[in-house]
């Protein structure tokens, strides 16, 4: 069975410094991985998916990560943060039939 | 283009009492997801349909929790009796054409579910 571990349940960073959201999986078999991002009262949003392509993936509000299959993982960067992007961000890993398996998610606080 | 719609927004009730979440799926779109969102367990998968049809339910946590779909614009998801437990964020989320690995779900704004 599939696994999502999400390492740091609150990740605080300034304005305009690197965001780097850590993601590994567990997998039986060559995976799918999604990150989402859930603002405050919403739904879940698709912000990239891997699907087996190029190893990185570059996503919506300049949000991007890479597949590094030896390290199971699929971390989430952006170069610079902004105020808009604190977010509550899932990983989630799919293994079949559209069905996903999601990670515990992490709290990115942004403080000016 | 709306997206996936669900009714209501908020629901307070009392336990024992019957609630009933709803979910409109985006058009065109054949598979629907419910899940829940707590802080303790996340976000757990309930039950999943595909062409109207539940696929697995394995994730419904007891008979208390029963989903339907009866037609591909329309979902239920209803609670009968109501614990206070059952207190949390209720989700749906639709995805287009088959069950592909690669699939965007596309999830509504939730929910919030709480029982007295």
């Known amino acids: 069975a599939q696994s999502v571990t999400q390492l740091g349940s609150h990740v605080s960073v300034s304005e305009g410094a690197l965001v780097l959201l850590r993601c590994n999986y567990s997998?039986?078999?060559?995976?799918?991985l999604f990150w989402y991002v859930q603002y405050p009262n919403q739904g879940l949003q698709l912000l990239l998916k891997?699907?087996?392509?190029?190893?990185l993936v570059k996503g919506i509000n300049g949000f991007e990560a890479e597949f590094k299959k030896s390290e199971t993982s699929f971390h989430l960067t952006k170069p610079s943060a902004h105020m808009s992007d604190a977010a509550e961000y899932f990983c989630?890993?799919?293994?079949?039939?559209?069905?996903?398996?999601f990670g515990k998610g992490t709290m990115l606080l942004v403080s000016p | 283009d709306a997206g996936v719609i669900q009714s209501p927004r908020h629901e307070v009730t009392e336990m024992g009492q019957e609630v009933t979440l709803r979910c409109k799926p985006i058009?065109?779109?054949?598979?629907l997801f419910w899940y829940r969102q707590t802080m303790m367990r996340g976000l757990e998968l309930l039950i999943y349909?595909?062409?109207?049809?539940?696929?697995?339910d394995s994730g419904m946590p007891e008979d208390r929790f029963s989903a339907k779909m009866p037609n591909a614009s329309f979902s239920t998801l209803k609670i009968q009796p109501s614990e206070p437990r059952d207190s949390a964020v209720y989700f749906c989320?639709?995805?287009?054409?088959?069950?592909?690995?690669?699939?965007?779900?596309?999830f509504g704004p939730g929910t919030r579910l709480t029982v007295l």
């Open positions: 989320a639709s995805t287009g054409a088959g069950l592909e690995s690669t699939d965007t779900q596309y």
């Open positions: 997998s039986s078999v060559p995976p799918y």
């Open positions: 891997y699907t087996s392509a190029a190893t």
């Open positions: 989630a890993v799919s293994e079949g039939y559209s069905t996903l398996t």
């Open positions: 058009s065109g779109h054949n598979s």
């Open positions: 349909f595909n062409n109207n049809v539940p696929i697995d």
